[in-house]
């Protein structure tokens, strides 16, 4: 995994991390965070194990900005696209908006 698809995916995780914030008023935990991470690694297709997801938490609990999350959430229009995001990843429905 290349440092753009890790930031990628990091934004993703990080987009979602703030929406369940936001609309379910909790955090995800740690554990939570490395299950979507794996969820989010074999829906693109890449090998993956301990590290590359411990990797990806990383990013997402080291990322503070969350004025850019939020802004990037609106220009993506990811509020919209939760539903189609927890399908793409099969997440179990708890998580669905």
């Known amino acids: 995994m290349d440092d753009k698809l890790a930031g990628g995916i990091g934004m ?3 987009m979602y991390m703030d929406w369940h914030l936001d609309n379910k008023e909790r955090d995800l935990t740690w554990d939570e965070i490395a299950m979507i991470a794996e969820k989010i690694l ?5 090998e ?3 590290d590359e997801i411990f990797f990806l938490q990383g990013l997402v609990f080291s ?3 969350f004025e850019a999350i939020k802004k990037f ?4 229009n990811f509020d919209r696209q939760v539903s ?3 399908k793409s990843i099969a997440l179990d ?3 669905y908006p």
């Open 42 to 46: 074999i829906r693109e297709g890449l």
């Open 84 to 86: 189609g995001f927890c």
């Open 63 to 65: 990322n503070t900005d």
């Open 48 to 50: 993956h194990g301990h």
């Open 93 to 95: 429905k708890k998580y």
């Open 12 to 14: 993703e995780m990080s």
């Open 73 to 76: 959430r609106e220009q993506t």
